[in-house]
């Protein structure tokens, strides 16, 4: 469910939960074409007969495709009214803890911790953010984002 919050209201994000986006199906297709995208074609994301004998069983998603998934399903999460610019700003921290395997479904579950006041009459909200595997035990990404908006 998208939380939306005019730019007015941001101040009051601090500490929010914003739950759990949607799930996202991490096919070997969307692999192969970060791969392409990206031009890292490793074997352990697109030799499916090779990967099935590496060291996950399988073919696994690249981990920055992994990261860059976070943007689709935090934009679930929280829209923001009344800005005419959001910018990603940057990361302070980001882990890998396991691997995501191909034809598994992730989601994101994410919290605001902080916000503050920036120049140029904008707001930066840093948020925790964790991309879960359905099944898994261990997420797949841990992360803590920066972004930004402007009136």
């Given amino acids: 469910m998208t939380l939306t919050v005019h730019f007015d209201e941001l101040t009051t994000l601090a500490g929010k939960d914003l739950g759990a986006s949607a799930w996202i199906d991490v096919t070997q297709e969307r692999i192969d074409t970060f791969a392409d995208a990206t031009d890292d ?9 090779r990967a099935a004998t590496g060291p996950f069983g399988g073919p696994i998603a690249h981990g920055y495709l992994t990261l860059a998934l976070f943007i689709p399903a935090f934009g679930e999460l929280l829209e923001v009214e009344g800005v005419t610019t959001k910018v990603n700003y940057g990361l302070d921290k980001v ?7 191909a034809g598994a ?3 994101l579950t994410a919290r605001v911790a902080d916000v503050e006041a ?4 904008g707001v930066q909200i840093t948020v925790d953010g964790t991309i879960e595997i359905d099944g898994g ?15």
Avoid: N
């Fill in 105 to 107: 479904r992730i989601r």
């Fill in 118 to 121: 920036v120049a140029g009459d």
């Fill in 41 to 49: 074609h490793q074997w352990i994301h697109v030799d499916v007969a």
């Fill in 137 to 151: 035990t261990k997420p797949a990404c841990a992360l803590r984002s920066i972004s930004r908006f402007y009136r």
């Fill in 95 to 101: 882990r890998f803890p396991a691997p995501v395997p």
